[in-house]
């Protein structure tokens, strides 16, 4: 028995088929790497926008600290309305100074812009500093000789808080420290 070869009219579209379903199946492969890479720099982009703010709200933060070492001599400038980012702490039950509606707002006068000139951020950064508490150094009888230190010296405790935005200005980070000025 011989077989006979298939008649080339039953062959006919077969090529066809198995090319166009190749090329779905690439297409598909292509359009999904497309839209990989296209989230992958958003992720990017908002990764570095995060990083942005993060280093502005930093820089913030270190120029209210240095404010406290530099021209601090009373804690008379602190009040409950944010006098030039002075603030006294929040009562219980009430937000936190930098929760509040406009405490960051340029014009308001509630917080103090960072100064100095930072590079790719859509808002320059802020700061705020809230006086939490004060601490009497008491003389200690432990001492043996007599202490240098004035005996009646002041441990004035503060929150430092800033706030830098990114480069598009939908992202913002806030940073805090507690520091303490001997006055």
Do not use: K
Request: charged fraction near 20%.
């Amino acid at each position: 028995m011989s077989r006979r070869p298939a008649s080339p009219v039953l062959q006919r579209g077969v090529a066809l088929f198995v090319c166009l379903a190749l090329l779905l199946v690439l297409g598909i492969a292509g359009a999904s790497a497309v839209r990989t890479t296209i989230l992958e720099e958003r992720m990017v982009r908002n990764t570095g926008d995060a990083l942005v703010a993060f280093q502005a709200a930093e820089a913030a933060l270190r120029q209210g600290e240095a404010l406290l070492v530099d021209s601090l001599d009373s804690t008379e400038r602190f009040t409950d309305e944010g006098n030039d980012g002075f603030w006294t702490p929040a009562s219980p039950g009430e937000p936190e100074r930098w929760a509040l509606a406009g405490v960051w707002d340029p014009e308001g006068g509630r917080s103090r812009a960072a100064t100095g000139h930072i590079e790719a951020v859509a808002a320059h950064p802020r700061f705020i500093v809230e006086w939490l508490a004060s601490l009497e150094a008491a003389s200690s009888r432990h001492l043996v000789e007599e202490s240098t230190v004035d005996e009646r010296q002041r441990l004035e405790i503060f929150r430092v808080t800033g706030r830098g935005v990114g480069r598009s200005g939908s992202v913002s980070a806030l940073v805090q420290s507690t520091y303490g000025v001997l006055l």
